[in-house]
């Protein structure tokens, strides 16, 4: 499941990354793309979540230095990865491969998203543009 | 940039930590960091992270660190 959102209104990056990080199940910030992945740890968060069924929405961070800029302030996390369930920031990928290993990676996805998250398993892109 | 560098910056912010270990994994600027410190106890894996990243501060902002891999225990866990 491949869906590429341009977002193009007048809003600026913060709002449309609140936004994103708002409306969307669990919201993967990652260097380059689910196909196009740039960075290890990217990959190390994607993958745990891959496997736990999450419904992934992925936003590329490289497309615009301000885009992490953005987020870090919004979630005072320095670093990329970032992964929000249900609008909550959850951890970097050191923290979502330790949930998933003790199996609360799962368990939060199911207490946040319910019991059928596994249903709505995939992912899609959300590309962010400056208005 | 060293390890050593690393080390005394969060043996600074956790004096009362059990275990302070700065790791190198590559190029001088790839790191691992293991505290378990009391400064943990009661607090979420987030905010645990976030109190390794203030203390390492100065090495983010200066582009010392690259990559950081983080591993906390508080000491009731």
Redesign the interface.
Known sequence: MTDETATNDAATYSEKIQGVIDGSDVVLFMKGTPDAIMCG?SERALGALRRAGAPITAVDVLLDMQIRDELSAIS????IPQVFVKGE????A??VE??ERTGELEQTLTDKLGENYWDGRGENTVVLVEG | MSAERLQGLLEGAFPDAAEVRVIDRGGGDHFEVRVTAPDFDGLSRIQQHKLIYAALDDPWKDGSIHELRINTKGTTQ
């Open positions: 740890n005072g996390w320095p670093t920031l959850v951890g970097g050191d923290i330790d949930m």
